[in-house]
Structure formats: C-alpha cells, structure tokens
C-alpha cells in the first residue's frame, strides 16, 4: 500500500513498534515479509515475538531504551511509560516540531472531534502529563500533536488548555475501572 499510495520503490527499511499491544501490531508480519527491521523497545520484544507468525532473527530488532536519533536526525524515538503502556516510544520530527504518539492523549473538547473512548473518564490527561514532562526534560519544541486514534492533530494551545482541565483524581479513576460507574 506504501509503494501505491507514494508510488515509491524504496525498500523499507525499519518499522516503529510504539508498544506491545495487539492493535500497533497489526501488519507486523507483512512488514517484516518486505524486510523492515522492527524498531522498539527491548521489552516489548517478547510480545512482538509471540505476535509475529515465523521467528525473526535478533539483529532484525532496533533497540530504543533512551532518547535516539534515526534518519540522520530527521527523527527522534524517546520512550514515555505510562500507565497505558509500561514502555511506548515517541517519535519527534525536530525540522517539523511535530510528535506522533500512540495512545497518549485524545482530543475531545466539546467543540471538536469527540473520542469514542469516552476521555477524560479515563487517564488521558495524566497520560499527555507525562508526555509533556518528558518533552520537557527533553526540552524539545512541540507545534503539532498527532495520535494514531484521533483524525485531528492538535496545537500548543490545545495542548495547554487540556493540561489545566479539571480532572479525576487516580483514585477516582481507579474506582471508576472497577466499580463499572462511568459518572463525571
């Protein structure tokens, strides 16, 4: 679909795992068929390995623990663990200030694209507290935020007005996982 969609013979060369579960794996195993190595986080390797239909060899593996450079810096990986995922790499593009993450926040104001999974009676918002405190300590600039399960990206100002939304507490968003009550 790469090749049609860019009409691009290139080989693929690595492919991102952001984390472990299922659905950022899906087309792991074609990806691999075209000869991409996998670029991930050495403990999600292990998952990716019982996903994967044939074995893969341990050199096609791209470990990424700390902050790393690809492309000859024209991409950053950093890793963000979260309550989502105990390690979820990041990917930073310096030149275009722009982060693609997975599963790190959502984009649900009233006035624009509602999420389905229903925020901010989940943890999002202490997961985009992490993110951007690790953004931070990294102290990289940030003009544009794209998640792979939202269509829109979001700006700074976006992002600044989620991080003072009222929130639940982490005890009250423990109570809500397992009492079934979903209430604001």
Do not use: C
């Not at 950022?24 to 996998?38: E, I, P, R, S, Y």
Request: aromatic content about 6%.
């Amino acid at each position: 679909m790469l090749r049609k969609t860019t009409g691009n013979d290139k080989p693929i060369a690595q492919h991102i795992v952001t984390h472990h579960h299922t659905d950022h794996m899906m087309g792991l195993n074609d990806v691999v068929k075209q000869g991409a190595n996998l670029v991930i986080h050495p403990t999600n390797i292990i998952a990716v390995r019982k996903h994967l239909q044939e074995p893969l060899a341990d050199n096609r593996f791209v470990r990424i623990k700390e902050a790393s450079y690809l492309a000859d810096g024209k991409v950053m990986l950093f890793d963000v663990p979260n309550s989502h995922a105990k390690h979820n790499l990041a990917l930073y593009l310096p030149d275009h200030k722009l982060i693609f993450t997975e599963d790190m926040f959502g984009s649900s104001f009233q006035t624009e694209l509602h999420s389905p999974n229903g925020w901010p009676s989940v943890d999002t918002y202490h997961r985009l507290d992490v993110l951007v405190n690790k953004i931070n300590q990294l102290d990289i600039k940030v003009d544009q935020y794209v998640s792979s399960h939202h269509a829109r990206v979001l700006n700074q100002a976006e992002i600044d007005k989620a991080l003072v939304l009222s929130r639940p507490s982490k005890d009250q968003l423990i109570k809500r996982l397992f009492s079934g009550n979903t209430e604001q």
